[in-house]
Nanobody
Framework: QVQLVESGGGLVQAGGSLRLSCAASGSIFSISHMGWYRQVPGKERELVADIDKRGRTEYGDSVKGRFTVSRDNAKNTVDLQMNSLNVEDTAVYYC??????????????WGKGTLVTVSS
């Protein structure tokens, strides 16, 4: 059974940095895209960053130039380095894996989320 487990959330002051990590476990052959989304109460989940297995990246407009996504294909992990955090970055951050291949076929998966709180 595939699981995505996030770590690294917490409380940080505005202007500070945090690094989130996500590890996918299970019988995984490959993962097309891995990335991060975030959600605050009352709003839709939004893209933070995405990276494909070739290393091509996509970022949400509000985090461009501040956040950096990276992945290790051999370990099935994806990290998010967040710099220059501001209070608007406060959210639950979710790890996402798209077109994850297992012996049972392809699927999309989500982690349970990790809370990032940025204080002013």
């Amino acid at each position: 059974q595939v699981q995505l487990v996030e770590s690294g959330g917490g409380l940080v002051q505005a202007g500070g940095s945090l690094r989130l990590s996500c590890a996918a476990s299970g019988s995984i052959f490959s993962i097309s895209h891995m990335g991060w989304y975030r959600q605050v109460p009352g709003k839709e989940r939004e893209l933070v960053a995405d990276i494909d297995k070739r290393g091509r990246t996509e970022y949400g407009d509000s985090v461009k130039g501040r956040f950096t996504v990276s992945r290790d294909n051999a370990k099935n992990t994806v990290d998010l380095q967040m710099n220059s955090l501001n209070v608007e970055d406060t959210a639950v951050y979710y790890c996402n894996a798209v077109r994850l291949a297992t012996p049972d076929g392809l699927g999309d998966y989500w982690g349970k989320g990790t809370l990032v709180t940025v204080s002013s």
